[in-house]
Each structure stands twice: as structure tokens, then as C-alpha cells.
């Protein structure tokens, strides 16, 4: 017996049970459940709310929202309220629901399922390989990006955001395209630096397409960015700046954001959280990224890389800004795709599938973490210890404190 010979029995194993017409599906489901035990939802903080004896912010607000969006009141009660008055996604949903909140999280829960299906059909739609899309599946799925639909239960509406995006990837009509766009930008401004990475999509899938003998030069560049549909990001961007600028001119002349300015790398309890905020972001998918960006310049497509490069030092530029680094990182798993793109059309399917086997290893074993501002460092807790934590305020033990965050 050796590692090798368990590496390949786990692959024959795995090709066993991806067999049948709905092995999408299977595989969806199986890597929700994986990830839903690693990183359980605290659903005692929503039970909390719902029974009074805490209070999340976000929910309370988008309330005050949905009754008015364009004079909400109480903005100066706690920070955060300022960042969400443009964000009119959710509180248009509370509106529809009746503010039901257990409702917008089943929604949210769907959607999250959905953004896992997506993800694993448009990275089969390249690959054409199921052990390479398990993988990839598998990863994404244990991610933060992956986990917005489940463990977001505090009214942040990432998992909505990133659901729409996720179709802007998967398909090019030009109506459910800019719709998808402009409803993500609704749910939160993040979506306005993710379109790009959609937009980068887009122009890899063209630009990998082309005949590799055509020497690599900014026309064969431009081509594929005039065949892709970033007219319609660019058509996206300013419509919805339009109406923003507008609705501040005209409803909120004096509003500013006062958590805006210093980069967190110039404040010591920002920059604490830093590095591991932009590890647990992408975690293994770092490795993929990575070798993307060492391919295209070894393959000599140097303009696709500079694209690349360029895009990942706005993302990392922009959200330095921001206290929850990890949550705008996420946004960009667009980033994902495209490389993966890469190393299928550059590299042997062998080596395809030993990449993405460690990619999902650290992505799956890798504790679920997120820096909540500054550096508080939180831990999404597997089911195991959810139910260990339960058992502990029934039984009064006292072991954990405030288990439940109940007081």
C-alpha cells in the first residue's frame, strides 16, 4: 500500500459515485452537506432575535427599510446603517415577505444550493472531466464564498450577491445578464468590483479560445474582449451609478461614510487580521491561482496574465479599505474559474486532477473563518461542536461561554 495507490483508489471511488444522469445533482447536494457539517450555521443567533433576547443590527434596519427606502430612520443608531442605505435588495424582500426573516434565510438557503449546482456545471462545461469538477465542487463549496447561502444568518445578503453573479458567469443573454448584475449591485456595493472579475471571465473563455499559434499581442486581446459581453458590465455600471448619484443628490445630500478612509494597513488593529484574512478568503484556492498566473506566462500569454494581475491588485487595493477583508475578497471568486479555465487548456488532465486534489484537501480541512472588523477572528463551528455547545447550556455545565449567544 502506498499514498499513491490510495490516491487513485480514491478517484476510481470517486468516478463510481458520480455515475448516473443526476450526478450533478449528487454532487451538489454531498458537497453542501460537507460543508454545512464543517461550518454550521449559528442559528441560536437568529433564535435569539427572534425571541428578543438579542438584537442583530442588520435585520432591524433593513426593516426600518423596507417601510421607507428613501427616508429611513434611526441611520446614526449603530455604524453599519450607513453603509446600507443604497443596498435595497433586502429590504425590498422583507417587504415582499412581511419581514419574515426565517423565510429570506430558506430563500437565501436555496439560492445557496443553486450558486453550488452553477458552479459545478460551468466548471464541467470546460473540463468535461467529473473528477476535476467534484473537486473543484468540493472546494468552492468550503469556502466562505461557498457558505454565504448557509452560515450568513445575520442580514448581510452575500449569499444573494454572490447568486447573481454566479449567473452573469453562466450565461451571456443580455436581459437576465444585466438584470443579475444590477440586482447583485442592490445587494451590496462589493458586486461593483466583482462585475470586473465577470467581465475577466468573459474575456478569458474568448481569449483561451483563440488558436495558440496566432502570436500573442493586445489585438488577439482585444478581440476577445470585443466578442465577450463586458459592454454590457460597463452598460451595468452606469446605470446603477446613475441612479445611486442621483438618489444621493436627491434624498441624501449629507450623507457620507465615516468607517471609510485610513487602509487597514496603516492601523495596527486592522493589519493584525490582515494576512489571515487574505489567506482564509481563497485558502487552497491560492494554489490555483497561483499556477494560473505561472502558465500564462509560461505559455506566453502575457496579456491575459497582465489583465489578471491587474485585477487582483485593484481587488486587494480595494478591500484594504474595509474592515471584513474576507467578505470583499470573496466576491471575486469569479477569479476561480478563470484559472481553473487555464489549467484545463494548458496542462495534462492528469495534472489537472493532482492540482485540484490538493486544492480541495486544504479547502475542506481548513477551519471556516472570517474576520468579523479590526482583528476579531471568527470561527464557524462544526456541527459537532454546535451540538456539544447545546448540550452545554441545557445541561448548565458552564463549559463554553454563552454558547448560544443568548445574552
Same mark, same amino acid.
Given at each position: 500500500?502506498?499514498?499513491?495507490?490510495?490516491?487513485?483508489?480514491?478517484?476510481?471511488?470517486?468516478?463510481?459515485?458520480?455515475?448516473?444522469?443526476?450526478?450533478?445533482?449528487?454532487?451538489?447536494?454531498?458537497?453542501?452537506?460537507?460543508?454545512?457539517?464543517?461550518?454550521?450555521?449559528?442559528?441560536?443567533?437568529?433564535?435569539?432575535?427572534?425571541?428578543?433576547?438579542?438584537?442583530?443590527?442588520? @435585520?432591524?434596519?433593513? #426593516?426600518?427599510? /423596507? *417601510? +421607507?427606502?428613501?427616508?429611513?430612520?434611526?441611520?446614526?443608531?449603530?455604524? %453599519?446603517?450607513?453603509?446600507?442605505?443604497?443596498?435595497?435588495?433586502?429590504?425590498a424582500l422583507s417587504w415582499l415577505t412581511g419581514h419574515n426573516i426565517v423565510l429570506i434565510i430558506i430563500i437565501q438557503a436555496v439560492l445557496g444550493i443553486g450558486f453550488i449546482y452553477l458552479s459545478a456545471s460551468l466548471y464541467f462545461s470546460f473540463s468535461k472531466d467529473k473528477i476535476q469538477t467534484a473537486?473543484?465542487?468540493?472546494?468552492?463549496?468550503?469556502?466562505?464564498?461557498?457558505?454565504?447561502?448557509?452560515?450568513?444568518?445575520?442580514?448581510?445578503?452575500?449569499?444573494?450577491?454572490?447568486?447573481?453573479?454566479?449567473?452573469?458567469?453562466?450565461?451571456?443573454?443580455?436581459?437576465?445578464?444585466?438584470?443579475?448584475?444590477?440586482?447583485?449591485?442592490?445587494?451590496?456595493?462589493?458586486?461593483?468590483?466583482?462585475?470586473?472579475?465577470?467581465?475577466?471571465? @468573459?474575456?478569458?473563455? #474568448?481569449?483561451? /479560445? *483563440? +488558436?495558440?499559434?496566432?502570436?500573442?499581442?493586445?489585438?488577439?486581446?482585444? %478581440?476577445?474582449?470585443?466578442?465577450?459581453?463586458?459592454?454590457?458590465?460597463?452598460?451595468?455600471?452606469?446605470?446603477?451609478?446613475?441612479?445611486?448619484?442621483?438618489?444621493?443628490?436627491?434624498?441624501?445630500?449629507?450623507?457620507?461614510?465615516?468607517?471609510?478612509?485610513?487602509?487597514?494597513?496603516?492601523?495596527?488593529?486592522?493589519?493584525?487580521?490582515?494576512?489571515?484574512?487574505?489567506?482564509?478568503?481563497?485558502?487552497?484556492?491560492?494554489?490555483?491561482?497561483?499556477?494560473?498566473?505561472?502558465?500564462?506566462?509560461?505559455?506566453?500569454?502575457?496579456?491575459?496574465?497582465?489583465?489578471?494581475?491587474?485585477?487582483?491588485?485593484?481587488?486587494?487595493?480595494?478591500?484594504?479599505?474595509?474592515?471584513?477583508?474576507?467578505?470583499?475578497?470573496?466576491?471575486?471568486?469569479?477569479?476561480?474559474?478563470?484559472?481553473?479555465?487555464?489549467?484545463?487548456?494548458?496542462?495534462?488532465?492528469?495534472?489537472?486532477?493532482?492540482?485540484?486534489?490538493?486544492?480541495?484537501?486544504?479547502?475542506?480541512?481548513?477551519?471556516?473563518?472570517?474576520t468579523m472588523g479590526y482583528d476579531k477572528i471568527i470561527w464557524v463551528e462544526p456541527f459537532p461542536m454546535r451540538i456539544a455547545m447545546l448540550v452545554d447550556r441545557l445541561m448548565g455545565w458552564g463549559y463554553f461561554d454563552d454558547p448560544l449567544h443568548l445574552e
Amino acid at each position: 500500500m502506498s499514498l499513491s495507490t490510495l490516491y487513485h483508489a480514491f478517484f476510481l471511488w470517486l468516478d463510481r459515485r458520480l455515475d448516473g444522469p443526476n450526478w450533478l445533482w449528487k454532487l451538489t447536494l454531498a458537497s453542501v452537506a460537507v460543508s454545512v457539517f464543517l461550518a454550521f450555521p449559528a442559528y441560536s443567533l437568529l433564535y435569539g432575535h427572534l425571541n428578543d433576547t438579542l438584537t442583530i443590527d442588520a @435585520w432591524d434596519f433593513i #426593516e426600518i427599510q /423596507a *417601510q +421607507d427606502l428613501l427616508h429611513p430612520t434611526k441611520l446614526d443608531y449603530y455604524i %453599519r446603517r450607513e453603509n446600507m442605505i443604497f443596498r435595497w435588495f433586502l429590504p425590498a424582500l422583507s417587504w415582499l415577505t412581511g419581514h419574515n426573516i426565517v423565510l429570506i434565510i430558506i430563500i437565501q438557503a436555496v439560492l445557496g444550493i443553486g450558486f453550488i449546482y452553477l458552479s459545478a456545471s460551468l466548471y464541467f462545461s470546460f473540463s468535461k472531466d467529473k473528477i476535476q469538477t467534484a473537486l473543484f465542487t468540493l472546494a468552492i463549496a468550503n469556502l466562505l464564498v461557498g457558505s454565504f447561502g448557509f452560515v450568513d444568518v445575520i442580514g448581510y445578503g452575500d449569499g444573494f450577491a454572490c447568486f447573481f453573479l454566479m449567473v452573469c458567469l453562466v450565461t451571456r443573454q443580455p436581459v437576465l445578464f444585466s438584470l443579475s448584475l444590477l440586482l447583485s449591485f442592490l445587494v451590496d456595493e462589493r458586486s461593483l468590483m466583482a462585475a470586473g472579475f465577470v467581465c475577466l471571465w @468573459w474575456i478569458a473563455k #474568448e481569449y483561451m /479560445a *483563440q +488558436d495558440d499559434t496566432k502570436r500573442d499581442g493586445i489585438g488577439k486581446f482585444f %478581440r476577445a474582449t470585443l466578442k465577450s459581453p463586458a459592454w454590457l458590465v460597463v452598460v451595468c455600471w452606469a446605470v446603477y451609478l446613475a441612479g445611486r448619484t442621483y438618489v444621493r443628490l436627491r434624498y441624501f445630500p449629507d450623507h457620507t461614510y465615516s468607517s471609510m478612509g485610513t487602509p487597514v494597513l496603516f492601523a495596527d488593529a486592522h493589519r493584525f487580521g490582515l494576512g489571515s484574512s487574505l489567506w482564509t478568503a481563497f485558502e487552497g484556492m491560492w494554489i490555483l491561482i497561483g499556477a494560473a498566473f505561472l502558465l500564462l506566462w509560461y505559455c506566453g500569454r502575457r496579456f491575459l496574465l497582465l489583465a489578471l494581475i491587474i485585477g487582483m491588485l485593484v481587488l486587494i487595493t480595494s478591500v484594504v479599505f474595509v474592515h471584513d477583508i474576507d467578505r470583499a475578497m470573496s466576491y471575486a471568486f469569479p477569479i476561480f474559474f478563470i484559472s481553473g479555465l487555464i489549467l484545463v487548456k494548458t496542462v495534462p488532465i492528469s495534472e489537472q486532477r493532482l492540482l485540484l486534489f490538493f486544492v480541495a484537501l486544504i479547502c475542506v480541512i481548513h477551519p471556516l473563518l472570517y474576520t468579523m472588523g479590526y482583528d476579531k477572528i471568527i470561527w464557524v463551528e462544526p456541527f459537532p461542536m454546535r451540538i456539544a455547545m447545546l448540550v452545554d447550556r441545557l445541561m448548565g455545565w458552564g463549559y463554553f461561554d454563552d454558547p448560544l449567544h443568548l445574552e
